[in-house]
């Protein structure tokens, strides 16, 4: 398996665990989004990367395209692309009025404080 | 022509109706819509059920684009038959739920409610009818952004908190889901379930199937509170609002195994799925260790919905334990048990519900003495707490008589004793319930403590009596249950 | 990379900002790799709200992040363990770029090769997108509904509230005393406006859509409203008008299904919208992607006044 080829892959593993390990380890409510959004944009750009044709075009027909009769990226994992990123705008939006209103109840948005109010 | 409209309508309808139900204010008028479009999905999902028992699998082309090239939907008798499950006893629950929302949310919240629960419901629905796996992943998150809502509307701020973790493991499993779908599409260049079920036996010795396997697993697993993936469950079945606990409590992580069977027996195909991963193995431990550590911990509880959710991921556990064993009876057993359960976690939240109605608080301590004010509730919960350990005539007896068959007649007769005693531990948690109602004697005597208002008796003591009825009239469960897993093993989908 | 600086850095703000980098450089790599559509849904609606939401979040619960307590080694193994499970699931994957993977046959390429014949739109990502997988996509807008109702319910302020706040509150304020950005945005509102119409009714042709062109349209009005103050959109709309358009774009697309329905034909069949199926084909289209730029456009609005109006509330002046 040539590296180089697969680098890509490899580059996408290396957010895709940051954005993880920033979910799990960090305290903060806030970073522990940001490190979700690390994690779910890393994972479109392994879709992206992996439907990528080399030396096509985007998957717009022009009046020129058909003529020449050239190679199209797949319209497929575009499309669900971008649901994702949708989808995950919206869950974005939801954990941050959360953390709002967690401020406002807690008056702190360090998970080891919440925790140990809520234990009391 | 509505006939062979229906597969479309069972999701359309709640999805159509919540906005609509966003904008209609009065919180009463809210409540009844709901009620109405419930009891409506509840109508379509048994005569789907009917159809898919007479006609065979219901298909449906959305657009009228054949499958692959378009979504398909399609339903079988587990798909009807979860459908069913999960209608009516929405509908029960929203019976009650009028007056329980009224005590627990405040008036501009209530019509928020219900469309966060129609969303909720179309969610599932749309999880359990669909035949392509992007469109799953959709209304996995449709329900699940619904779930995080209802869940944070609870009066406690650690309803908040609550549902803060659900999100973040709740997206995490997602995530881990669209991975696997990910890769399943570069292997197979297709979204159909059906389809995918074809492809994916000539690939069964891919090293890239492996991982999509278990990233979708894992993401369903996350889901599911199963053990030791289920610490977001007992706070968010605990404080959020009584509604919504006995909602989701029945439903969603029964949807959440629907989607186990459909991929493990279905998609990836029983051989693969085994053999892959050692997955009889690991299903098994988890099952044995979350029953005995889950049903441990309830014991320990001071709050009477915290009790019932570590219940719960048990039960989960004895679920998994089945489906496990790789057999026709142990998928029989996880089957009829989905069923059983919903009844009973049903039951039980909503006759907390009537409690908590009353006397505005879960702690164990409060109920002291209640037995003898609240009669018929608490008939109601030991009825339904007779049902979790498994006593004869009730349907928990029915679902652990299907559990030891189906472990006995592989042999295995510790994990037959380990279902025994997950009963006992059962009782220990369920009779402290019981003793601080009947034995106690009530702290201020001189309270009068009504019992709870018939609307509220109905609906439970509705959940309450099919425990009974299921438990001796089985030849429903048992029928639908027999075809589901029939038709599970028989074919590839 | 920027991700490793994120993860060290205790200053959320200077976090964000870098998360914003970050997504910036996605997008890119987007439109690099011919994925234009996501490229521009990235930009217009990943990266610009989430920064939004997240800095107006920031501005409620401080920039400071307190030094974490635990030893992170259990995040580490896990971390570990899943990274390397997906690289070894990537061995078999087949070469980066190739032509002949088995995603890209199949399904795919009955898309470009029919896709133009069949529906009679160019940009094979929109016919996709809402015509061959249109339940898909009346899925995602729910999605976004769900948000906003989830949202709704937790930051709700009353419509008094948010009139009497918004004109005492500095927060939201009109900047009266920033004299270049005004006029900049005042000459720049309508035509960010003009932009999103553009990107929503050219989605046949060209990258676009409802949802970047909902996102942009929410960004105009966002704009009018940080530099004009809150009273003045107040003016304009209030919340309800926005829950009845966020309602509005749903039913508008789930409703165009419903006409399919009564024509006798399975839900979403664009064929029969007219008398010719291309035709069909475009009304259906141009009908649902309207649907989904009120919905998105209604919905990020409202989340951005939840957010603003919540924070007032608390913020109360003595």
Same mark, same amino acid.
């Given at each position: 398996?040539?590296?180089?080829?697969?680098?890509?892959?490899?580059?996408?593993?290396?957010?895709?665990?940051?954005?993880?390990?920033?979910?799990?380890?960090?305290?903060?409510?806030?970073?522990?989004?940001?490190?979700?959004?690390?994690?779910?944009?890393?994972?479109?750009?392994?879709?992206?990367?992996?439907?990528?044709?080399?030396?096509?075009?985007?998957?717009? /027909?022009?009046?020129?395209?058909?003529?020449?009769?050239?190679?199209?990226?797949?319209?497929?994992?575009?499309?669900?692309?971008?649901?994702?990123?949708?989808?995950?705008?919206?869950?974005?939006?939801?954990?941050?009025?959360?953390?709002?209103?967690?401020?406002?109840?807690?008056?702190?948005?360090?998970?080891?404080?919440?925790?140990?109010?809520?234990?009391? | 022509?509505?006939?062979?409209?229906?597969?479309?309508?069972?999701?359309?309808?709640?999805?159509?109706?919540?906005?609509?139900?966003?904008?209609?204010?009065?919180?009463?008028?809210?409540?009844?819509?709901?009620?109405?479009?419930?009891?409506?999905?509840?109508?379509?999902?048994?005569?789907?059920?009917?159809?898919?028992?007479?006609?065979?699998?219901?298909?449906?082309?959305?657009?009228?684009?054949?499958?692959?090239?378009?979504?398909?939907?399609?339903?079988?008798?587990?798909?009807?038959?979860?459908?069913?499950?999960?209608?009516?006893?929405?509908?029960?629950?929203?019976?009650?739920?009028?007056?329980?929302?009224?005590?627990?949310?405040?008036?501009?919240?209530?019509?928020?409610?219900?469309?966060?629960?129609?969303?909720?419901?179309?969610?599932?629905?749309?999880?359990?009818?669909?035949?392509?796996?992007?469109?799953?992943?959709?209304?996995? @998150?449709?329900?699940?952004?619904?779930?995080?809502?209802?869940?944070?509307?609870?009066?406690?701020?650690?309803?908040?908190?609550?549902?803060?973790?659900?999100?973040?493991?709740?997206?995490?499993?997602?995530?881990?889901?669209?991975?696997? /779908?990910?890769?399943?599409?570069?292997?197979?260049?297709?979204?159909?379930?059906?389809?995918?079920?074809?492809?994916?036996?000539?690939?069964?010795?891919?090293?890239?199937?492996?991982?999509?396997?278990?990233?979708?697993?894992?993401?369903?697993?996350?889901?599911?509170?199963?053990?030791?993936?289920?610490?977001?469950?007992?706070?968010?079945?605990?404080?959020?609002?009584?509604?919504?606990?006995?909602?989701?409590?029945?439903?969603?992580?029964?949807?959440?195994?629907?989607?186990?069977?459909?991929?493990?027996?279905?998609?990836?195909?029983?051989?693969?799925?085994?053999?892959?991963?050692?997955?009889?193995?690991?299903?098994?431990?988890?099952?044995?260790?979350?029953?005995?550590?889950?049903?441990?911990?309830?014991?320990?509880?001071?709050?009477?919905?915290?009790?019932?959710?570590?219940? =719960?991921?048990?039960?989960? *556990?004895?679920?998994?334990?089945?489906?496990?064993?790789?057999?026709?009876?142990?998928?029989?057993?996880?089957?009829?048990?989905?069923?059983?359960?919903?009844?009973?976690?049903?039951?039980?939240?909503?006759?907390?519900?009537?409690?908590?109605?009353?006397?505005? =608080?879960?702690?164990?301590?409060?109920?002291?003495?209640?037995?003898?004010?609240?009669?018929?509730?608490?008939?109601?919960?030991?009825?339904?707490?007779?049902?979790?350990?498994?006593?004869?005539?009730?349907?928990?007896?029915?679902?652990?008589?299907?559990?030891?068959?189906?472990?006995? @007649?592989?042999?295995?007769?510790?994990?037959?004793?380990?279902?025994?005693?997950?009963?006992?531990?059962? *009782?220990?948690?369920?009779?402290?319930?019981?003793?601080?109602?009947?034995?106690?004697?009530?702290?201020?005597?001189?309270?009068?403590?009504?019992?709870?208002?018939?609307?509220?008796?109905?609906?439970?003591?509705?959940?309450?009596?099919?425990?009974?009825?299921?438990?001796?009239?089985?030849?429903?469960?048992?029928?639908?249950?027999?075809?589901?897993?029939?038709?599970?093993?028989?074919?590839?989908? | 990379?920027?991700?490793?600086?994120?993860?060290?850095?205790?200053?959320?703000?200077?976090?964000?900002?870098?998360?914003?980098?970050?997504?910036?450089?996605?997008?890119?790599?987007?439109?690099?790799?011919?994925?234009?559509?996501?490229?521009?849904?990235?930009?217009?609606?990943?990266?610009?709200?989430?920064?939004?939401?997240?800095?107006?979040?920031?501005?409620?619960?401080?920039?400071?992040?307190?030094?974490?307590?635990?030893?992170?080694?259990?995040?580490?193994?896990?971390?570990?363990?899943?990274?390397?499970?997906?690289?070894?699931?990537?061995?078999?994957?087949?070469?980066?770029?190739?032509?002949?993977?088995?995603?890209?046959?199949?399904?795919?390429?009955?898309?470009?090769?029919?896709?133009?014949?069949?529906?009679?739109?160019?940009?094979?990502?929109?016919?996709?997108?809402?015509?061959?997988?249109?339940?898909?996509?009346?899925?995602?807008?729910?999605?976004?509904?769900?948000?906003?109702?989830?949202?709704?319910?937790?930051?709700?302020?009353?419509?008094?509230?948010?009139?009497?706040?918004?004109?005492?509150?500095?927060?939201?304020?009109?900047?009266?005393?920033?004299?270049?950005?005004?006029?900049?945005?005042?000459?720049?509102?309508?035509?960010?406006?003009?932009?999103?119409?553009?990107?929503?009714?050219?989605?046949?042709?060209?990258?676009?859509?409802?949802?970047?062109?909902?996102?942009?349209?929410?960004?105009?009005?966002?704009?009018?409203?940080?530099?004009?103050?809150?009273?003045?959109?107040?003016?304009?709309?209030?919340?309800?008008?926005?829950?009845?358009?966020?309602?509005?774009?749903?039913?508008?697309?789930?409703?165009?299904?419903?006409?399919?329905?009564?024509?006798?034909?399975?839900?979403?069949?664009?064929?029969?919208?007219?008398?010719?199926?291309?035709?069909?084909?475009?009304?259906?289209?141009?009908?649902?992607?309207?649907?989904?730029?009120?919905?998105?456009?209604?919905?990020?609005?409202?989340?951005?006044?939840?957010?603003?109006?919540?924070?007032?509330?608390?913020?109360?002046?003595?």
């Amino acid at each position: 398996m040539n590296v180089a080829e697969s680098f890509n892959y490899w580059a996408v593993m290396i957010l895709m665990m940051s954005g993880l390990y920033i979910l799990i380890a960090q305290g903060n409510l806030v970073k522990k989004v940001i490190g979700l959004t690390i994690f779910q944009t890393s994972v479109f750009i392994l879709y992206i990367s992996m439907a990528n044709i080399t030396g096509a075009s985007a998957p717009v /027909i022009s009046e020129a395209s058909s003529q020449t009769n050239l190679l199209f990226s797949n319209p497929l994992p575009h499309v669900m692309i971008l649901t994702a990123i949708v989808v995950g705008i919206s869950t974005t939006a939801l954990a941050l009025s959360l953390i709002i209103r967690i401020k406002r109840a807690y008056d702190t948005i360090e998970e080891d404080e919440i925790h140990d109010m809520d234990a009391q | 022509m509505m006939s062979n409209q229906l597969a479309i309508l069972q999701v359309v309808i709640p999805l159509i109706a919540a906005p609509l139900c966003l904008l209609v204010r009065h919180a009463k008028l809210t409540w009844l819509f709901a009620l109405t479009i419930s009891a409506l999905c509840s109508v379509i999902a048994l005569l789907l059920l009917q159809q898919v028992t007479t006609h065979g699998p219901v298909v449906y082309a959305l657009g009228d684009w054949q499958a692959p090239i378009g979504i398909e939907y399609r339903i079988d008798v587990l798909g009807a038959y979860l459908l069913t499950i999960v209608t009516s006893i929405s509908t029960i629950i929203l019976l009650a739920s009028s007056s329980i929302n009224k005590s627990e949310l405040s008036k501009q919240k209530q019509p928020l409610f219900y469309v966060a629960y129609l969303l909720c419901l179309t969610g599932m629905l749309g999880i359990i009818v669909t035949g392509d796996v992007f469109n799953l992943f959709i209304f996995i @998150e449709i329900s699940a952004l619904a779930s995080y809502t209802l869940i944070a509307m609870g009066k406690d701020r650690r309803a908040l908190t609550a549902a803060f973790s659900y999100l973040l493991v709740g997206t995490l499993g997602a995530t881990f889901i669209l991975i696997g /779908i990910g890769l399943m599409y570069m292997l197979t260049g297709t979204l159909n379930m059906h389809d995918l079920s074809v492809r994916l036996v000539e690939l069964s010795q891919s090293r890239t199937l492996f991982t999509a396997f278990s990233f979708f697993i894992v993401g369903v697993c996350l889901k599911l509170a199963l053990f030791p993936l289920h610490w977001w469950l007992p706070n968010a079945y605990t404080y959020s609002p009584s509604v919504a606990s006995a909602f989701l409590a029945a439903t969603a992580t029964k949807v959440a195994i629907y989607i186990l069977l459909r991929f493990i027996f279905g998609v990836f195909g029983q051989e693969f799925s085994f053999s892959a991963l050692p997955l009889q193995n690991i299903l098994m431990t988890l099952g044995i260790v979350g029953i005995l550590v889950a049903s441990t911990m309830a014991i320990y509880q001071k709050n009477a919905k915290q009790i019932l959710a570590y219940s =719960s991921i048990a039960q989960i *556990a004895y679920m998994i334990l089945t489906l496990g064993f790789n057999s026709h009876n142990g998928l029989l057993a996880t089957l009829i048990h989905i069923f059983n359960h919903a009844l009973m976690k049903g039951a039980l939240f909503l006759a907390l519900a009537a409690v908590m109605y009353r006397i505005g =608080s879960m702690e164990i301590k409060q109920f002291a003495g209640l037995g003898k004010q609240m009669p018929w509730t608490f008939a109601a919960i030991v009825i339904g707490g007779l049902s979790l350990v498994g006593i004869p005539l009730t349907v928990g007896f029915i679902s652990k008589w299907y559990m030891i068959v189906a472990s006995l @007649e592989n042999g295995w007769w510790p994990v037959a004793l380990v279902i025994v005693f997950g009963s006992l531990l059962a *009782a220990v948690y369920v009779w402290r319930i019981f003793e601080t109602a009947y034995l106690q004697t009530a702290h201020e005597p001189n309270k009068q403590i009504k019992e709870a208002p018939l609307r509220l008796l109905i609906p439970v003591w509705l959940l309450t009596l099919a425990n009974i009825y299921f438990g001796i009239d089985v030849r429903f469960t048992q029928n639908i249950a027999e075809l589901a897993t029939q038709s599970i093993l028989g074919s590839a989908m | 990379m920027t991700v490793f600086v994120i993860i060290s850095l205790r200053d959320l703000f200077a976090s964000i900002i870098l998360m914003g980098v970050y997504g910036l450089f996605s997008a890119s790599f987007f439109a690099l790799m011919d994925a234009v559509d996501v490229a521009l849904t990235e930009a217009a609606v990943g990266i610009a709200v989430s920064i939004l939401l997240l800095l107006s979040t920031l501005s409620f619960t401080g920039r400071a992040e307190k030094k974490s307590r635990q030893k992170p080694f259990l995040a580490l193994i896990i971390v570990f363990f899943t990274g390397a499970l997906l690289v070894y699931g990537t061995f078999d994957l087949p070469p980066f770029g190739s032509a002949t993977s088995p995603a890209h046959q199949h399904v795919a390429s009955y898309y470009i090769n029919e896709s133009y014949g069949e529906t009679g739109v160019a940009n094979l990502v929109s016919s996709v997108l809402a015509s061959y997988r249109g339940f898909d996509t009346l899925g995602e807008l729910v999605v976004i509904f769900t948000a906003g109702v989830g949202v709704i319910s937790l930051l709700s302020t009353s419509q008094k509230a948010l009139k009497t706040n918004g004109t005492t509150n500095k927060l939201v304020a009109p900047m009266t005393t920033h004299h270049i950005l005004r006029i900049v945005s005042k000459m720049l509102i309508p035509f960010i406006m003009l932009y999103a119409l553009y990107v929503q009714f050219h989605s046949d042709f060209g990258p676009g859509g409802g949802f970047q062109a909902g996102a942009i349209f929410a960004s105009a009005l966002i704009l009018y409203t940080l530099m004009f103050g809150l009273q003045a959109t107040l003016a304009i709309t209030s919340q309800s008008w926005l829950k009845f358009f966020a309602a509005l774009g749903v039913l508008l697309f789930a409703g165009t299904g419903i006409i399919s329905m009564l024509q006798q034909h399975n839900y979403l069949n664009y064929n029969v919208l007219a008398s010719d199926p291309i035709q069909g084909q475009h009304l259906g289209i141009l009908l649902v992607e309207l649907g989904v730029g009120i919905t998105v456009t209604a919905v990020l609005f409202q989340l951005f006044i939840s957010f603003t109006g919540y924070m007032l509330n608390i913020r109360r002046p003595a």
